[in-house]
């Protein structure tokens, strides 16, 4: 089995900054990609961001492009997702998952096998 435990979430300003991070242990050689999703109160769950362990290839949704930056440490099984110039619509709780598929072009939450039990991220006007 796979754990993945985020945190660094918290509460800040708008055009403030934030950092997440999500340590993996367990069968940890199983997953190929990680991912980053929120999910704000009343909506669907929605992807933000992923990046390849191997080769360090990353996609990102359009509403953070430019904004927010995903990178991993390898020795340290560790994910990050590094958020500037925060917006109140970026107010969600937000999940670190991993997927044992290599493409970081799945979006879709059931293309990810592992789940973390999300950090929640509030963003002031």
């Known amino acids: 089995q796979v754990q993945l435990v985020e945190s660094g979430g918290g509460l800040v300003q708008a055009g403030g900054s934030l950092r997440l991070s999500c340590v993996a242990s367990?069968?940890?050689?199983?997953?190929?990609?990680m991912g980053w999703f929120r999910q704000a109160p009343g909506k669907e769950r929605e992807f933000v961001a992923a990046?390849?362990?191997?080769?360090?290839?990353?996609n990102y949704a359009d509403s953070v492009k430019g904004r927010f930056t995903i990178s991993r440490d390898n020795a340290g099984n560790t994910v990050y997702l590094q958020m500037n110039t925060l917006k109140p619509e970026d107010t969600a709780v937000y999940y670190c998952?991993?997927?044992?598929?290599?493409?970081?072009?799945?979006?879709?939450?059931?293309?990810?096998?592992?789940w973390g039990q999300g950090t929640q991220v509030t963003v002031s006007s």
């Open positions: 990046i390849s362990w191997s080769d360090g290839r990353t």
């Open positions: 367990g069968r940890t050689l199983s997953m190929y990609t």
């Open positions: 998952a991993g997927r044992r598929g290599a493409s970081v072009y799945y979006t879709t939450s059931p293309a990810y096998d592992y």
